[in-house]
Structures are given as structure tokens and as C-alpha cells.
């Protein structure tokens, strides 16, 4: 499949008039043009994002169902997050294995029409009690004080 892109190409050094060819979801031709108008006055085209801290967004939870990260894949392609990591508090030690596997069964079957997910962010729950922000003091964790066998996810 080819596609045609046209506009101002964003860049490491410049916002350009462009036009990208795309062959098979890859970039195969990249044209620059300063004098070309009507690229000029075309959309932005700008390398996607990656956001690797996703709890939620669109209305849909980083750690909900696969629906819910189905919504949330597609509403952060329409702001320009081309991946991401769902990624989940500090949760209930017996919870971390849950959400792993919701994520990593979902994944497969992520939406074309969506950011796509490269795994899965636990944010939680080894962090130092004095950078807790918000999280659940009740759920933090070091590592001497956890069972190995709840938080194995493999």
C-alpha cells in the first residue's frame, strides 16, 4: 500500500514544505521543497509520540479491561501517541499479576486504529515513602517485605 503525505515537515532542525511517500507503513521517500505553497499551507507531519506513563486517558483506565484499553489506545492515537505502557499504581500485591496479564492478553488483539502498546509500566509499588506523591502508603513496598511468589507475572 503507498500513501502521500503532504505538508510541513516537522523536523529535528526545521519545519519544511514536504512530502512523504509511505510504502507499506514505512517511509520510503522524504521530498523537501521551500518553495512549494501549497505544502506550505498543508498540516503539520511530525514523527509520532511514545509515552511510556499511561494511566488513563479518553476516559478509559490503564488498568481496566480490554475495552477499556482498546478506547484508551485510540483516543491517545488521536493526540499523536503512535505506543505506549499502560501503566498501573501501586496496586494490592495479588493485583500486579492481574494486570499484567490483562495487558499482555489484550495486546494481541490491540485496535489497528490505536497506539500500539509495547508492554506494560508498573509504577508501583517499590517507591521510597517520601516520593509517594499519590499513592496508597498502605500499598508500598521494599523489597524485603514482598512475596516473590504474588508479584511473579511471567
Not at 521530498?31 to 507531519?45: Q, R
Not at 490503564?62 to 493526540?79: I, K, N, P, V, Y
Not at 496508597?136 to 524485603?144: G, K, Q, V
Amino acid at each position: 500500500m503507498r500513501e502521500v503525505i503532504e505538508g510541513r515537515l516537522v523536523l529535528a532542525e526545521d519545519v519544511v514544505p514536504g512530502r512523504l511517500v509511505i510504502e507499506d507503513g514505512w517511509i520510503a521517500d522524504v521530498a523537501i521543497d521551500p518553495g512549494n505553497a501549497a505544502w506550505a499551507a498543508g498540516p503539520l507531519v511530525a514523527p509520532g509520540l511514545i509515552d511510556v506513563h499511561v494511566h488513563g486517558w479518553g476516559g478509559h483506565d490503564g488498568t481496566g479491561d480490554a475495552d477499556a484499553l482498546s478506547g484508551m489506545a485510540r483516543a491517545l492515537l488521536r493526540q499523536g501517541i503512535t505506543s505506549f505502557l499502560p501503566t498501573a499504581p501501586s496496586l494490592p500485591e495479588q493485583e500486579i499479576p492481574r494486570f499484567a496479564a490483562r495487558v499482555r492478553e489484550w495486546m494481541p488483539s490491540a485496535p489497528a486504529d490505536g497506539a500500539e502498546p509495547l508492554g506494560f509500566n508498573l509504577e508501583g509499588p517499590f517507591i521510597a515513602p517520601a516520593r509517594k506523591g499519590a499513592h496508597d502508603p498502605a500499598l508500598l513496598r521494599t523489597p524485603a517485605n514482598i512475596d516473590p511468589a504474588v508479584i511473579d507475572a511471567s
